[in-house]
């Protein structure tokens, strides 16, 4: 009889993550098991063997799948529960598809079919070289700073087809689900075993894709966003996270890991190399690499020699002499449209965000149409002629009178992507315009409209973020920001951070062929730091301004953060256990930790409830992590090293 210390996938015990069973068949680590908890039958994952111990044991009732996960992946789940202080079961439930014990029809995925005719692309000087200086590292994390258009998914192909000739797997991370069809395009004809999981996926299909990868006998390409870094890959050779900037990277609900630093541990675990792909590092991520001498290689120029640098209009929205056509949208950038048009090119318009317009008031008490669960302002749709709050997706009708006042002058202010693509149908009516936000249906997304965009069947793209990522699209000739300092007036200390990375990301759309091509911007603060950097792709010269900025503030990478929020139903409570809370943790932490607050979160209240913030800063994360035992077990959220305030 063998025994083993097995972890439910369900939380038992607060203060146990682990319990003993007993099997009358040897396993290995990492088998999924079926075991008896009370009188319910749970899922549980074998975390190492045991001795018999003095106390009585319960057998394990099966096993679920004949193949165990790997190691690395076990040490992986653990590695999360400790770092980010979250129940072991709680990992495990992210970490697992969901139905493992559900029997599958098994079917044949349909075939993605590639809309690329390449021919296979030398690689240049500087791509040669960095592939060279990343496969001479055996194994830890490379940062691969290239910018915009320098042919970074060319290394990451040729590090696949090195890592699948060695007979080992690669795990491909991308953003947003909406990037797929672009990355797999580009695999998809190259290498027979490449597997797409992400969340738009059914749990059937997670789940089958999740046991092909298991069972497999033969290296695999695994691609999808955060999520596939928990995909068993046989032997493990490579992780490549793209576009390795991206918020979505950070999970939001526990455990709330950064797949960066998962990439890293899963990494060193598996004795696998990890590649960090950006145009934009983030300034957290170089100074890490910087201060432990981590490689850091760059492809310094755009992949192609006679890419022609890209036109650049800066256009002062405060100045009305350049808007003579429009309110909104600048003469320069109704030219280039006109012009792209005529000559059957395309035009993407970046505006980060949806709706019609942001706010609705009366035009003679001022009353605003607000949220009566979130207190936020709500949004207009004019598809739809309703109020929508962004938050709780609470609706209404758009009042025609004022419920104040009764006067009948409502009026709506602010620019949203939906108001954009009808002011463009005006101006362009036999244009073909697509949109692309968090308000598409399923068939109106990047990934199932990604065909259209690379043929250059529309003509007018608008979008928020998901058209600031990776897209490389043939016919592109300008690129227009609406409102590029729209984001830099955020209560956070990554707010400017955040605007340069889009601003620069959107700007290298364009210029990466021998045509010309054009990139309107348009500002009230045309002369902002970060809007110049931002606009003349100089990452170097931003790095340095906000590494200055963050060092006076005592912020990320010069200190560690922990956020703590709490929510209850009256704002008196939340203030009340605030403050509470906040003398308690100034009483018992040491010097050198800073207690700011409490205060409102910058969305107070939510869903019918309040919130209220505490936000901790220290030298030492340790610190931070102790702190936690503080913090009690109702009505309050934590997050370790939070990626933005807000």
Known sequence: MWFYEVAPTKIVR???????????????VGYLVLIPVGKQQLTGLVIKPVSKPAYETKPIDGVIETT??????????????????????????????????????????????????????????????????????????????GVTGSGKTEVYKEITRRTIADGKSVIILVPEIGLTSQVVDEFIHEFNHTIVTHSHMTEAERHLAWQKVLHAS?????????????????????????EAHEPSYKQE????????????????????????????????????AETTNSPIVTLPKPARSNATPTTVH??????????????????????????NIASGQQTLLFHNRRGSASTTLCEN???????????????????????????????????TSCPVCHASQIIHKGIGTKLIES????????????????????????????????????????????????????????????????????????????????????????????????????????????????????????????LSERQKAGFPPFRYLLQLTDVYKSEAAAVRNAQQ??????????????????????YERQHDTYRWQLTLKSPKRDVLVQALDAVPPTHWQSELDPTSLL
């Open 14 to 28: 607060s203060n146990a993550n682990t319990f003993t069973y007993h099997s009358n068949q040897q396993l290995s």
């Open 68 to 145: 165990a996960l790997p190691q690395s992946l076990v040490e992986l789940s653990l590695w999360l529960a400790d770092y980010y202080h979250t129940p072991l079961a709680t990992v495990l439930q992210t970490v697992l598809p969901r139905g493992l014990t559900k029997k599958r029809r098994s079917k044949e995925v349909q075939p993605h079919v590639s809309t690329r005719n390449r021919t296979t692309i030398v690689l240049n000087d500087d791509q040669t070289e960095a592939v060279k200086k990343i496969m001479a590292q055996p194994s830890g994390t490379t940062l691969l700073q």
């Open 218 to 242: 033969e290296p695999t390409v695994i691609i999808g966003p955060r999520s596939a870094l928990f995909m068993p890959a046989y032997q493990l050779g490579a992780i490549l996270v793209d």
């Open 253 to 288: 609900q526990a455990p709330r890991y950064s797949a960066l630093r998962a990439a890293g541990v899963l990494g060193r675990a598996a004795k696998a190399r990890v590649v960090l792909g950006s145009a934009t590092p983030l300034i957290t991520d170089r100074y890490i």
């Open 314 to 339: 800066v256009v002062d929205m405060k100045k009305r002499e350049a808007f003579k056509h429009h309110r909104f949208l600048s003469d320069t950038l109704i030219s280039e449209i006109e012009h």
């Open 365 to 399: 008490c001022g009353w605003t149409a607000e949220c009566p669960r979130c207190f936020v302002p709500l949004v207009l749709h004019t598809d739809s002629f309703s109020l929508s709050c962004h938050i709780c997706d609470y609706k209404t009708k758009v009042p």
């Open 423 to 546: 002011e463009l149908q005006r101006l362009f009516p036999k244009a073909k315009i697509a949109r692309f936000d968090g308000d598409n249906a399923t068939h109106e997304t990047v990934n199932e409209r990604y065909t259209d965009l690379y043929n250059g069947t529309i003509d007018i793209a608008i979008g928020t973020q998901v058209v600031a990522k990776g897209l490389d699209l043939p016919k592109l000739r300008t690129v227009g920001i609406i409102q590029a300092d729209s984001g830099l007036a955020l209560p956070d200390y990554a707010a400017s951070e955040r605007a340069f990375q889009l601003i620069a990301q959107v700007v290298g759309r364009v210029g990466r062929d021998e045509r010309a091509t054009s990139v309107v911007v348009q500002s009230y603060q045309p002369t902002h730091p970060v809007i110049q950097y931002g606009v003349k792709q100089d990452y170097e010269g931003f790095y340095s301004y906000a």
């Open 581 to 602: 809370l906040s003398r308690t943790l100034r009483s018992r932490l040491p010097r050198g930790v800073e207690v700011l607050g409490p205060t409102p979160a910058f």
